[in-house]
């Protein structure tokens, strides 16, 4: 997103030091695995899934985008579920935002994706999120930004999914869910710089993305833990 001419002009005239993770972050991945009060909301059988905690949280990363700069009309928000759809569009009411289902997007793109997959439940029950064909739909709709609001312990036992979220956290910028909890926004989008000293070695750059998905799985299994 940095990129963007409109971007570039404002941050060239902008004497702030403040530097945005977004705009410097092609792939994000926000993980509500381990959180507490992330679960979706209970519907009845007939009704399409939702989930306001996971809502309210796009809704403050739409607020961060527009903040450093990105225009509304750059910015679609995606998601599986109709009842999702719903729920967002009654939370953001410009019209210049776009808010659709990911079969409704299929075969446009936007400078800005962020998708909603809903689904966050202690039975692992992900639903049509099992159709990989509509997931690499809406991962690729994104020409510059595209942020993924999920929970990976509730999709990993997936294989597609699974890959999916393992390739986010090895290549992209991941985030824990309960961080957009704070009302700071600055806090939320802190850059952060990475040491890439030794990526030239192939051996130490495998064993540290194991050492990255360890100790993923350490924080989320730590945190499932806590009352």
């Known amino acids: 997103l940095s990129d963007l001419d409109y971007i570039e002009s404002k941050n060239n005239d902008d004497e702030d030091d403040y530097k945005s993770m977004c705009l410097y972050s092609p792939l994000m991945i926000v993980d509500s695995a381990g959180c507490n009060d992330f679960n979706e909301d209970k519907v009845e059988h007939h009704v399409s899934n939702s989930n ?18 990105v225009k509304h009309k750059d910015i679609a928000i995606i998601s599986p579920y109709r009842g999702q759809v719903k729920l967002l569009k009654s939370l953001i009411t410009n019209e210049l935002i776009e808010i659709g289902t990911v079969d409704g997007f299929q075969g446009r793109e936007k400078e800005v994706i962020i998708i909603s997959f809903v689904r966050s439940n202690d039975d692992n029950i992900i639903g049509f999120l099992n159709d990989n ?86 924080w989320k299994k730590k945190e499932s833990s806590t009352v």
């Open 52 to 69: 306001m905690r996971e809502a309210e949280i796009v809704c403050k990363h739409v607020v961060i985008l527009l903040n450093v700069g």
């Open 133 to 218: 064909r509509r997931i690499n739909v809406a991962v690729t709709r994104a020409r510059r930004h595209c942020c993924l609001f999920l929970n990976s312990e509730t999709l990993q036992n997936d294989p597609f999914l699974k890959d999916l979220i393992d390739y986010c956290y090895e290549v992209g910028h991941s985030r824990n869910a309960e961080l957009y909890l704070s009302d700071d926004l600055n806090v939320i989008d802190q850059y952060i710089e990475y040491n890439d000293d030794d990526d030239n070695d192939d051996n130490d750059d495998g064993e540290h993305k194991q050492e990255k998905k360890e100790e993923r799985v350490k």
